[in-house]
């Protein structure tokens, strides 16, 4: 779980401190950076698997595809690039977890801040597309006393705070000392005895963090598994729609391959672990209920199993008992689908984020999507286990009709502002949030959003509430959501009410 991050010289991304909670909003217009703040936290689980070459790669350059110039990932200032980017996360990590080679880690300590400097080096042999270098590496821990002051959000500090952050730890895990070319990167062992890895800095193809096993230091370990969970859902129709073959995996891919396979998979899981006489009908069940928040007349969803063309194919049946197959269903219907789906599925940990989940559902549905994101995400008053994976969700939007419906305590407003630095103007992003959050609390010298901003980003909202079916969607969370706030509703007369 990302509970907080840093970052400075990554795209627009310029001096960012950000902290999140189990379901974090992320409103804006389209263009200020809303996405680069994915990027950023992509890019930190890339480098946790791969060379920094494949993660730099990886990123988008733009909605169309992937960067082929390593040095547009770095902050530009006229015709100057930033010399360094750099990142440190803060995160809670899983209390055990197994290797590569499959053999079993325990972390020591399960909150761990991150940190990485990175450089651009030209290549002979790729001089169009360079690559980076390693500057610094840090992974050290976050004491359970300092545990309070990080983790400022909501939550129960005698069962889920007590479940998530554990453990104990007096030195880093990963360390760097020196200076310039002689700067080496230290990994330092579990149990504070051996002499730690020592490595060069500059001639690292990769992070130290994504080499570790659970031999030499578990918490590395499951630091690194952490960060390779984090994961941008991109749900795509076509994929949604495919059928599955009985060998396919079980998990549920990010353009959402794989939906049949995975939930037919969690049903007869979940089947074998209880005994009662409909158990494997009890994954369709939870499954179609949330989809009949979503459509009226849905009355059982089951998967159809072809032996003769050995294929599962997702179907959905209506009141009326008339079976419509994934192909037939709407785009907004399957990508809804794949999320109850998903909300199912404890085995999908770490960092979720979506990108304008309001896509293809109608706005009077609109509550209904962002209380099943919520409980997707951890819940804060529970212990964390089985039944309440330590997982998140971070998601974005420019629709002011998500922005009047989410938990004022859940939402960041991106926008642009106007900086300088060393004598050069330039724009760059900058994450705000409300008055009297938790957020305002936890960094009181900085100054919350404008309330003429919000006010002015919900002019245009098409006010879809039906009282009759209001407490369908209220949500589990205690926080106020922005259409209650008072203080940030524009006059009676700017709204569109609907006739």
Same mark, same amino acid.
């Given at each position: 779980m990302l509970t907080r991050l840093k970052v400075s010289g990554f795209k627009n991304l310029v001096d960012v401190d950000v902290r999140f909670g189990p379901f974090t909003c992320i409103a804006g217009a389209n263009g200020v950076g809303k996405s680069n703040l994915f990027d950023a936290i992509l890019f #930190?689980?890339?480098?946790?698997?791969?060379t920094f070459l494949e993660a730099a790669l990886s990123v988008r350059k733009s909605e169309s595809g992937r960067t082929t110039n390593i040095r547009s990932l770095f902050h530009r200032t006229k015709n100057k690039d930033e010399e360094v980017m750099k990142f440190e996360a803060e995160m809670i990590i899983p209390a055990e977890g197994i290797d590569d080679l499959g053999q079993p880690a325990k972390a020591s300590i399960t909150f761990v801040r991150y940190k990485i400097a990175l450089t651009f080096v030209e290549e002979g042999s790729l001089p169009s597309v360079g690559s980076l270098r390693l500057i610094s590496e840090e992974l050290e821990q976050i004491n359970l006393r300092d545990a309070p002051k990080h983790l400022r959000f909501e939550?129960?500090? &005698?069962?889920?705070? =007590?479940?998530?952050?554990?453990?104990?730890?007096t030195s880093p895990f990963i360390s760097t000392?020196?200076? $310039?070319?002689?700067? %080496?990167?230290?990994?330092?062992?579990?149990? *504070?005895?051996? /002499?730690?890895?020592?490595? +060069?800095?500059? %001639?690292?193809?990769?992070?130290? #963090? $994504? %080499?570790v096993n659970a031999t030499e230091s578990p918490t590395a370990? +499951?630091?690194?598994?952490? /960060?390779?969970?984090?994961?941008? #859902?991109? #749900?795509?129709?076509?994929? +949604?729609?495919?059928p599955d073959e009985f060998t396919a995996l079980p998990e549920l891919g990010s353009d959402g391959s794989h939906l049949p396979a995975t939930l037919y998979h969690l049903s007869k899981t979940h089947s074998k672990q209880e005994s009662f006489k409909d158990s494997s009908t009890w994954i369709y069940d939870q499954v179609s209920s949330r989809l009949a928040e979503l459509i009226d007349d849905v009355y059982a969803i089951e998967i159809d199993r072809d032996e003769k063309r050995q294929l599962l194919t997702v179907q959905v049946q209506d009141r009326y008992e008339t079976i419509h197959p994934a192909r037939s269903l709407s785009d907004g219907t399957l990508r809804f689908l794949a999320l109850a789906v998903l909300e199912q599925d404890t085995r999908a940990g770490g960092v979720i984020c979506l990108e304008e989940p309001e896509n293809g559902i109608h706005p009077k549905r609109i509550p209904a999507i962002l209380r099943l994101l919520e409980d997707i995400a951890v819940d804060a008053e529970e212990p964390v286990g089985?039944? *309440?994976p330590l997982r998140q969700v971070i998601i974005n939007t420019h629709s002011p009709v998500v922005v009047n419906q989410v938990n004022d305590d859940s939402l960041l407003i991106a926008e642009q502002k106007e900086t300088v630095k *060393?004598?050069?103007?330039?724009? &760059?992003?900058?994450? &705000?949030?409300?008055?009297?959050?938790?957020? $305002?609390?936890?960094?009181? *010298?900085?100054?919350?959003?404008?309330?003429? =901003?919000?006010?002015?980003?919900?002019?245009?909202?098409i006010d879809f509430s039906d009282k009759s079916t209001h407490r369908q969607y209220v949500t589990k969370k205690k926080s106020t959501r922005v259409r209650d706030r008072f203080d940030l509703q524009p006059q009676p007369s700017l709204f569109l009410h609907e006739k």
């Open positions: #930190l689980s890339e480098l946790a698997g791969n939550h129960k500090a &005698s069962s889920w705070r =007590k479940s998530a952050v554990k453990g104990r730890r000392e020196g200076e $310039s070319d002689n700067r %080496t990167v230290r990994l330092h062992q579990d149990g *504070n005895s051996g /002499m730690p890895k020592t490595f +060069l800095a500059q %001639t690292l193809p990769r992070t130290v #963090l $994504s %080499t370990l +499951l630091a690194r598994r952490e /960060m390779q969970s984090w994961r941008l #859902l991109q #749900l795509e129709p076509s994929a +949604l729609r495919e089985k039944d *309440n *060393n004598g050069d103007y330039f724009q &760059s992003v900058r994450f &705000s949030w409300l008055p009297d959050t938790w957020r $305002s609390q936890a960094d009181p *010298n900085r100054l919350p959003v404008a309330r003429g =901003k919000v006010i002015d980003y919900l002019r245009q909202v």
